[in-house]
């Protein structure tokens, strides 16, 4: 019977992986970089799984495992209905050297209207860190997250848009320094959108380190103990608590849509505003002939 089950249960989850890769995967497969985001975990007796797509823009996770043989159902039940235990690491302080743009970079950065005097403001660096893609290091762009003068994170970005942090790190905001003592902050989906923002002559911004999830998650709210995926915000507590208006800046798509959602529930919907930007050009000439251009800006 044992044997029986086992094979129900190795069988069920490769179900759902074929089933994931014909309709997820195939279309388009791994996304417009073509990534291998799928992670795909069989215990050796097949009697559980666990499967987690990285995309952000997709969001595909579960699991599944063979009831206790102690209870009154042979079936499978979700993972998430087990208990998991909440296993606190040691926080990790990054030790990295943080170097001079290339030209290459500056360049880049200068293609989005992003100044050299920007990025030397909020320490934007080269730095030569390993790359799990390639597995080697190699000369990357650095986002320093910094808690006052402490180095509390890394966030390195490669120029075909590949990106990763500090192993073990703290989770934090990006750019706290600029918001300490604001009363109005701006929350931004990308630390490209914060430093374009400060070319605009804003500065109270801070930005998410892991981007925006795929949709809302559904239940109440966990513990601050439990809220991982969100732990930045709980950990950037000390800033965000002064703040009387919260104006939350995601993208206008579904994944920005809902980490807006998820902002608003945390900060507290009573403080919160949401910027809803102009979505195509005739979005973009509507504004301009309504309230002005400046000529600086084009």
């Known amino acids: 019977v044992l044997s029986h089950r086992r094979t129900v249960a190795s069988s069920y989850c490769r179900i759902v992986v074929l089933w994931y890769c014909l309709t997820v995967v195939s279309s388009p497969p791994g996304g417009s970089s073509k990534e291998k985001s799928l992670s795909v975990s069989i215990d050796g007796a097949g009697s559980s799984a666990k499967w987690n797509c990285f995309r952000a823009t997709c969001g595909f996770a579960g699991g599944t495992a063979r009831k206790d043989p102690r209870g009154d159902s042979n079936g499978l ?98 750019g706290l320094n600029d918001v300490l003592g604001n009363n109005e902050i701006i929350i931004v989906e990308g630390e490209l959108d914060k430093l374009a923002l400060e070319e605009a002559g804003i500065t109270n911004v801070v930005s998410v380190p892991d981007g925006a999830p795929s949709r809302v998650k559904e239940g109440d709210l966990p513990s601050a103990e439990e809220d991982t995926k969100y732990s930045y915000l709980w950990n950037s507590r000390a800033w965000l608590d002064q703040a009387v208006r919260i104006v939350i800046a995601t993208d206008n798509d579904g994944p920005g849509d809902a980490l807006a959602e998820e902002l608003a529930r945390r900060l507290g919907r009573e403080r919160c505003w949401r910027v809803r930007w102009p979505l195509t050009k005739k979005d973009h000439d509507f504004v301009s002939a309504s309230f002005g251009e400046d000529e600086e800006s084009g």
Request: glycine share 4%; proline share 6%; hydrophobic share 35%.
């Open 77 to 174: 039940v979700p993972l998430s209905a087990r208990k998991k235990k909440q296993v606190h690491q040691p926080v990790v302080r990054p030790q990295v050297e943080l170097r001079p743009l290339t030209e290459e970079m500056v360049a880049f950065f200068a293609s989005r209207g992003i100044s050299k005097e920007t990025l030397e403001r909020n320490k934007v660096s080269a730095i030569d860190a390993y790359d799990p893609k390639l597995k080697r290091n190699s000369m990357v762009i650095g986002f320093p997250y910094y808690s006052h003068d402490l180095l509390v994170n890394v966030k390195y970005r490669t120029l075909d848009k590949r990106f990763w942090q500090s192993k073990g790190a703290e989770k934090m905001l990006y």
